[in-house]
């Protein structure tokens, strides 16, 4: 037997916060009902909680959102932040604590209220003040999306991908959302209306991005003997990984390569599965290009045929790789940092709650967090078993 | 220019770089040891961890790696639509900048010319444009 197999680890709840616009709500109160309901499916309570895993929802990461929660004692805290890949990198760091006794009950999460509070701006103030800052910031190159726009361009260049492939990515999004009462965007997309949506940094156009929206989510890990409290079937975490390449994109040698790679051949490696066992994927889609770089890097295709990959709804309802099937950062909610929401969709397909966008039982799936500007990634396999 | 993002630090490292700007030289490090370029600057050699670099000028020509065509205003100072790209010097190190000059694509040779700034150092761009300035 295995360490992994003597000690596995689960996801014993997992709910989203207020999705969309949440006037009557601050980050922080948003949380803390989701971390409760997340809780109430666990069969615990905020007196159950010893590991905080959370960001971006104060000054100093966990401790607001400990005292909010009333958590006065944990034993393990977290707030490392690598973007929106920490989420899923959570899930790998509480996958190591918890074997190990350093904390029994992780609550993972994170709310914001970007679309309410305006705050997202494409302009050059959106980077913080870093040292390699002063060679990058005099051009004007509009953060995250100028960043995007040029790793698809070079992949563009090198394979031969189209828009009309990053196209395919937002269309299939959107058929998911349309299965999904919660998601912001639900009317019918096709690829000609994100091929004449407005070009905003070529190749990128405006729906070859992620909605601004409210939201965010919490989960609940544990080990098996809490996982008997759940009042819902625990998920099996499989495997985890997390890795990061550069800051400032000039210091890639090839930026079409992700840190998906690391990440996904150390998650896929310790579930001790291939891409070809995986029944859904959760990508965290950012931008199109995300998506497909993320199919690449993961596995599913070669380095460079992530286009044809996507080609003929391959990740849309009925496709072959059912992905994003909430509807995605592109067409369901995406209020900064997807990473967790992506965990929450993954569990609720994986205990057969996602309704009429329900996979057919399906047994292993991938949750994928990226991060900054394609800068880091963490992967998380989980399993209905 | 009021946002202060946008100024150079003239840090103890880079310093060297900015100064040389103000002349519209372009300097980057080489390392005294392996003889390895690198950009942007730091103390320490990436390629052998030596400590010992030395400021050279670039030949001023680049390779275009890969670019943008921005269609959004981001400051007052950039009137889009313009290109923001990534080129490879001949000496062998990645920059991020702007190109001006008819209608750059990936591959394009470019040559390194300056964008006066105010109360500034000149800004190190490139162009598709191989005429004399
Ligand atoms: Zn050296």
Redesign the interface.
């Known amino acids: 037997m295995s360490f992994w197999e003597r000690n596995p680890i689960y996801v014993v709840g997992a709910a989203e916060t207020l999705l969309g616009v949440v006037p009557d709500h601050t980050e922080l109160s948003m949380f803390a009902l989701a971390a409760q309901e997340a809780l109430s499916e666990a069969g615990m309570t905020f007196k159950d909680v010893d590991g905080i895993f959370v960001n971006y929802m104060g000054e100093e990461g966990s401790v607001q959102v400990g005292e909010y929660l009333g958590i006065s004692a944990p034993r393990y805290v977290d707030s490392a932040d690598i973007g929106g890949a920490s989420f899923v990198a959570f899930v790998h760091h509480a996958m190591n604590a918890i074997p190990y006794g350093r904390c029994e009950v992780a609550l993972i999460g994170y709310a914001s209220r970007q679309r309410s509070l305006r705050n997202r701006s494409y302009t050059l103030k959106e980077r913080g003040l870093d040292n390699a800052a002063q060679f990058e910031k005099p051009y004007g190159l509009p953060s995250p999306i100028g960043y995007y726009a040029m790793i698809a361009a070079r992949h563009f260049h090198e394979y031969g991908t189209q828009s009309e492939q990053l196209a395919e990515i937002a269309v299939a999004a959107r058929r998911w959302a349309q299965l999904n009462p919660k998601a912001w965007k639900r009317n019918p997309l096709t690829v000609e209306d994100v091929m004449e949506s407005r070009l905003i940094c070529k190749p990128l156009r405006r729906l070859d991005c992620c909605l601004i929206t409210d939201g965010g989510g919490a989960v609940i890990l544990s080990n098996k003997e809490r996982a008997r409290d759940a009042r819902k079937k625990p998920v099996r975490v499989l495997g985890a990984g997390e890795s990061q390449t550069r800051w400032n994109l000039s210091q890639a040698a090839d930026i079409t390569v992700t840190p998906g790679v690391v990440s996904g051949r150390a998650a896929l490696g310790m579930a001790g599965i291939s891409p070809t066992n995986v029944d859904f994927l959760q990508p965290y889609d950012s931008f199109t290009i995300t998506v497909l770089t993320a199919l690449e890097d993961l596995g599913f295709c070669k380095k460079g045929e992530g286009g044809a990959f996507v080609e003929n709804g391959r990740l849309a309802p009925g496709g072959a790789l059912p992905a994003m099937t909430s509807g995605g950062g592109l067409s369901y909610n995406h209020p900064g940092a997807l990473g967790v929401q992506i965990i929450i969709e993954a569990v609720r397909q994986l205990r057969g709650e996602a309704g009429a966008r329900q996979l057919e039982d399906p047994k292993i799936g991938v949750v994928h967090g990226v991060g900054v500007l394609l800068s880091t990634a963490a992967t998380a396999v989980l399993a209905n078993d | 220019m009021t946002?202060p993002?946008?100024?150079?630090?003239g840090?103890p490292?880079?310093g060297p770089f900015?100064e040389a700007a103000a002349r519209r030289v372009l300097l980057i490090q080489r390392c005294e040891d392996c003889e390895a370029c690198q950009?942007?600057p730091r103390p320490i050699c990436l390629a052998c961890e030596s400590r010992h670099l030395a400021w050279i000028e670039a030949s001023g020509t680049a390779t275009i790696?890969?670019?943008?065509?921005?269609?959004?205003r981001?400051?007052p100072?950039?009137e889009p639509p313009?290109v923001?790209?990534?080129i490879d010097l001949d000496e062998g190190v990645?920059?991020?900048?702007?190109i001006i000059g008819d209608n750059p694509k990936?591959?394009d040779r470019v040559r390194l010319a300056w964008r006066e700034r105010d109360g500034l150092p000149p800004?190190p761009?490139w162009t598709t444009e191989w005429r004399k300035q």
Request: glycine share 2%; proline share 3%.
């Open positions: 946002d993002a946008l100024e150079p630090y840090d490292i880079t900015w950009f942007y790696y890969s670019l943008t065509t921005v269609h959004l981001t400051a100072e950039f313009y923001t790209a990534l990645r920059m991020l900048t702007i990936i591959g800004l761009i």
